[in-house]
């Protein structure tokens, strides 16, 4: 009994060995993200000299965003505080909102000021959606 149990362990894993080699492998562009991995990040930064509002969107197509979503799906940031505020809110610094969607349906909002003492995996975050993100929301260029 103990020698047929073995040998068709032994046949059962080299067939799923088998199918497992001769399946194609998805490419990675099409694989779903983990449970839990960062999807999309919307930055809105209002404040400033001008007192500016824009919105910055970084998903999975944003070309360039693939940092600043591993960034996002960090355990570092997921535990980061909801609001790292100055101890002096005067002059004309940016406010920072970042709202980041998680596969599984999980939302984190964290919100900052320029020049505030905050965790650096935030300003990266916020450097990364900057300077990768979409802005949906701006008006299009005069002609």
């Known amino acids: 009994m103990g020698r047929t149990r073995t040998r068709n362990s032994i046949?059962?894993?080299?067939?799923?060995?088998g199918i497992a080699a001769l399946t194609?492998?998805?490419?990675?562009?099409?694989?779903?993200?983990?449970?839990?991995?960062?999807t999309k990040i919307v930055l809105d930064r209002s404040g400033g000299f001008a007192g500016k509002q824009d919105s910055f969107v970084v998903d999975r197509t944003t070309v360039g965003g693939q940092r600043a979503l591993r960034l996002?799906?960090?355990?570092?940031?997921k535990w980061l505080r909801n609001s790292y505020q100055p101890r002096n809110p005067c002059c004309d610094r940016?406010?920072?909102?970042?709202?980041?969607?998680y596969r599984g349906g999980?939302?984190?909002?964290?919100?900052?000021?320029?020049?505030?003492d905050a965790p650096?995996?935030?300003?990266?975050?916020?450097?990364?959606?900057?300077?990768?993100?979409?802005?949906?929301?701006?008006?299009?260029?005069?002609?």
């Open 72 to 77: 996002a799906g960090n355990y570092r940031f």
């Open 106 to 116: 999980f939302r984190k909002t964290v919100r900052t000021v320029q020049g505030t």
């Open 24 to 38: 194609p492998a998805t490419p990675a562009a099409a694989a779903p993200a983990p449970f839990g991995s960062a």
């Open 120 to 143: 650096k995996i935030l300003w990266d975050v916020i450097g990364e959606s900057e300077r990768y993100g979409v802005r949906p929301f701006s008006p299009a260029p005069a002609a």
């Open 94 to 101: 940016y406010a920072y909102r970042v709202t980041v969607s």
């Open 11 to 17: 046949v059962t894993l080299i067939a799923v060995c």
